[in-house]
């Protein structure tokens, strides 16, 4: 089993919970439980778009954000947050399943123009932006919908809302 394939795995696993947190977003999107804090609508596209970043790790040598800025598209509900994270994970998954253990290896770079902001093996990108990077703000995000009194569905273990896995 290559490492792509494992990741694949991972992603696989980690997507149920992820998607099903999406699908119960409420309309609220401008709410946010601090000043400091993200917006729910903010917070739930990040999430939804992680997945992304998998295509451009793999098939790119790196991102410029000067040559090419983040703008995230807007979502109406969490069923378009959810299908949109969907879509990027089984392209994800695809892209995963095919890529070499010596692609992985090579290194990817994020920049902002002449500022490089790191540049790693892309194998550490994977992990560090896209799988833990998902993991943490999913972590937020069931925050935020534990503030708005939105049942929160299993994720490792039951919940105190789902009983079951």
């Not at 601090?34 to 790196?62: D, N, R, Y």
């Not at 892309?122 to 896209?130: C, E, F, K, N, W």
Request: hydrophobic share 40%.
């Amino acid at each position: 089993m290559s490492i792509g394939q494992i990741y694949a795995a991972e992603l696989e696993r980690e997507a149920v919970a992820t998607r099903k947190m999406l699908e119960r977003v409420p309309d609220d999107f401008a709410w946010t439980p601090h000043e400091k804090s993200m917006t729910l609508g903010s917070l739930a596209t990040h999430v939804a778009l992680l997945p992304s970043l998998v295509k451009s790790t793999i098939t790119k040598s790196e991102h410029d954000f000067a040559a090419d800025p983040h703008s995230p598209p807007t979502f109406a509900n969490g069923a378009a947050l959810a299908e949109a994270f969907s879509q990027h994970v089984g392209e994800a998954l695809q892209l995963l399943n095919e890529v070499s253990d010596e692609d992985l290896s090579k290194n990817w770079r994020l920049r902002n123009g002449e500022q490089v902001i790191f540049d790693l093996p892309r194998i550490a990108v994977l992990r560090t932006m896209v799988m833990s990077h998902l993991i943490h703000h999913r972590g937020q995000l069931s925050v935020y919908l534990r503030l708005k009194n939105v049942p929160l569905p299993s994720v490792y273990g039951p919940s105190a809302d789902e009983q079951t896995m």
